[in-house]
């Protein structure tokens, strides 16, 4: 997905406001099985995701994250156990479960604005609303004046946010995203994550992300699952709300939550 401004654009006064996505989906993963050739992938794992959760998935190389994302968005087929989605098997892959790779797949020939476009009409909005859209989706992330420019004519930052906004405007039910940001430097990064978190507030969706950095789980996650190098699960970590108002501290939760993880991974990496 996208990100990279520092402050959330405003929407024009012609622009409508996109349509929200339809309410978030929960995901349960049951007993999952996976093997790739002679090699278990993923073992016996089992993990609730709930709706509107965001969850960080992290653990060392090779441990299944990504495997366990492309199972949940239904482009692998599991040895054993299942993956439901609302209650319902995932038996292939949906709109409702958009998946977000660290490449941008932006279409290089459709300018920014027919690559957002193009998502919107997927989901069947009528043309005579679609530009109204797509200016309102182009201003949150910050490229009002870049709808014209073919991807090429981009930095990595810029289209990783062109990517945000067409993820969003197709209404997915749960976001995957697969180290979306790990080929930014580390401003445009940061800038990112900000910009992920402003967007899913004011669009919320549940989330499953890929990383290979605390930090990046920290800042996002309401919960951070630690995978082990055998594909199980390692820990499995609350952060806390975003919200304070309940009077709790994240920080507090997330110096103690960095404790956990940075363990985890320690004891992961001795045990290969």
Not at 136 to 141: A, G, P
Request: proline share 4%.
């Amino acid at each position: 997905m996208t990100i990279e401004s520092p402050g959330r654009a405003t929407s024009t006064a012609m622009a409508s406001e996109p349509e929200a996505a339809s309410e978030a989906m929960s995901i349960e993963v049951r007993d999952l099985g996976i093997d790739i050739g002679a090699s278990t992938i993923l073992d016996d794992l089992s993990l609730t995701i709930g709706a509107g959760e965001i969850l960080v998935l992290t653990g060392p190389s090779g441990c299944g994250k990504s495997t366990l994302l492309r199972a949940i968005a239904g482009l692998s087929t599991p040895r054993r156990g299942q993956i439901l989605a609302d209650g319902r098997p995932v038996t292939t892959t949906s709109r409702d479960r958009a998946m977000v790779f660290q490449e941008d797949v932006l279409l290089p020939w459709r300018t920014v604005a027919r690559n957002v476009d193009l998502a919107l009409r997927l989901r069947g909005v009528p043309k005579t609303e679609r530009r109204d859209q797509v200016d309102s989706w182009l201003s949150e992330v910050g490229l009002s004046d870049f709808r014209d420019y073919l991807p090429r004519s981009l930095s990595g930052g810029m289209r990783q946010r062109v990517q945000l906004a067409r993820g969003l405007a197709g209404a997915p039910r749960a976001v995957l995203m697969d180290e979306p940001f790990g080929a930014l430097d580390a401003q445009t990064r940061h800038a990112m994550q900000s910009l992920l978190i402003r967007t899913l507030d004011a669009h919320p969706t549940t989330v499953v992300f890929v990383t290979h950095d605390v930090e990046e789980a920290l800042a996002l996650g309401d919960r951070v699952v630690v995978l082990s190098a055998h594909g199980s699960i390692r820990e499995d970590i609350a952060i806390g709300s975003r919200d304070t108002s309940d009077g709790t501290d994240r920080r507090e939760h997330a110096d103690a939550a960095r404790a956990r993880i940075l363990n985890a991974l320690g004891e992961t990496r001795s045990r290969k």
